[in-house]
């Protein structure tokens, strides 16, 4: 069977089910699926902006003056556009999960593990949702989108 493994966030009681995100939970699994790389929103530390930030400016977003007749010009006027938007301040608001957990006390912790974590995290607010909108809104990849399961039953497990 093995030994399943769920994020617990120790100082704002928080957790992420890998079920809730449609993936698998043993440690195997959360490394080697798409469920495991939100830690990058959770972990997030910074109140800068940037190119390829989830709080930056999307390159693809930039929009060209079509009309002009100086090619060089018009990628001149990109380039500037996108060194503007660099490193500008960001408010993150309170209830964002975007760098929620960053400098917490973070584990993955197992259900074979002896601290009783697992069942005392039972209890703990799970973020699954309202992770799995902020990185749907975040990642334009088709297969890294994450498929929230309102029916999971990790209370059960």
Not at 47 to 59: A, E, V
Not at 105 to 131: P, Q, T
Request: net charge negative; aromatic share 10%.
């Amino acid at each position: 069977m093995g030994q399943y493994f769920k994020a617990v966030n120790l100082d704002k009681e928080e957790v992420v089910c890998p079920w809730c995100l449609s993936g698998g939970a043993k440690l195997w699994e959360w490394a080697a699926n798409r469920h495991g790389a939100v830690f990058t929103l959770l972990l997030r530390k910074s109140d800068g902006s940037g190119g390829g930030d989830y709080f930056g400016y999307r390159t693809q977003n930039i929009e060209l003056d079509a009309s002009s007749t100086d090619p060089a010009q018009t990628f001149l006027n990109a380039i500037q556009t996108a060194v503007a938007a660099e490193g500008k301040r960001v408010e993150v608001a309170d209830d964002s999960v975007v760098g929620r957990w960053a400098g917490d006390r973070v584990v993955l912790v197992g259900d074979y593990d002896s601290s009783e974590l697992w069942e005392k995290s039972k209890n703990f607010r799970n973020i699954s949702a309202e992770l799995a909108d902020a990185w749907n809104g975040f990642i334009d990849i088709a297969d890294m989108k994450l498929e929230y399961r309102a029916d999971c039953s990790c209370r059960d497990n």
